[in-house]
Structures are given as C-alpha cells and as structure tokens.
C-alpha cells in the first residue's frame, strides 16, 4: 500500500528555519509531480510549492523567496526548506503526491498524514 510519510514539523520562532521531508513508499512507484500544502485553522488547504519530475518548480507567492522545495527521485522524496519564518506560516503542512502504483498500474494523488508547523515566540 502506498504511503507518504512526512517529517520534520515543529515548533520555531519567526525567523528561523525548518525543513520538512515526505517520502512516498509501499510498492513499485513511478512519482510525477509532488508538493506541499498547507492549512492553517478557519482557512482551506492551499498549494505552498510544488516540483514536477523534470525538476520545475511553482510556489505561492506568500512564500516566494524564503521557501525552497527540492527532491530526491532515488529516494521518492521531496523535501520544502522553509526560511524566514512569519507566524503567518504556522500551519498543518500536508505532503502530495501524484504518483503512479505500477503494480497496479493506477495513478492518482496521495495525501500525507500532515504535520504541524508552529511560528511564535
């Protein structure tokens, strides 16, 4: 069965840093486009960044600049290194993955379990 697993969310004061991990796992995977959403109470779910396999990127503009994602095809992870942290980004970071099973031969998003990033003093 497949599964993201993320790691890496905590608690950091406004204007540190953080990195959180997702790495997909359970079968034979062919993974295209993986991402990082984030929700933050009272608000939806929304896009934070993005990295297809070709290695293209797409942020949000809140985070422009200050926000990085990367991945690591061998390891079918991606990784967001977030810098100058604002209150403001305090959110549950949830981990997504357009990917293909190959055993089953079906694509389809999957979804992390989320982690919490806290941004206070």
């Known amino acids: 069965q497949v599964q993201l697993v993320e790691s890496g969310g905590g608690l950091v004061q406004p204007g540190g840093s953080l990195r959180v991990s997702c790495a997909a796992s359970?079968?034979?995977?062919?993974?295209?486009?993986m991402g990082w959403y984030r929700q933050a109470p009272g608000k939806q779910r929304a896009l934070v960044a993005a990295?297809?396999?070709?290695?293209?990127?797409h942020y949000a503009d809140s985070v422009k600049g200050r926000f990085t994602i990367s991945r690591d095809n061998a390891k079918n992870t991606v990784y967001l290194q977030m810098n100058s942290l604002k209150p403001e980004d305090t959110a549950v970071y949830y981990c997504?993955?357009?990917?293909?099973?190959?055993?089953?031969?079906?694509?389809?998003?999957?979804w992390g379990q989320g982690t919490q990033v806290t941004v206070s003093s």
């Open positions: 997504n993955a357009d990917l293909k099973d190959l055993r089953l031969g079906v694509r389809r998003d999957y």
């Open positions: 359970g079968s034979t995977l062919r993974v295209y486009s």
């Open positions: 990295i297809n396999n070709d290695g293209s990127t």
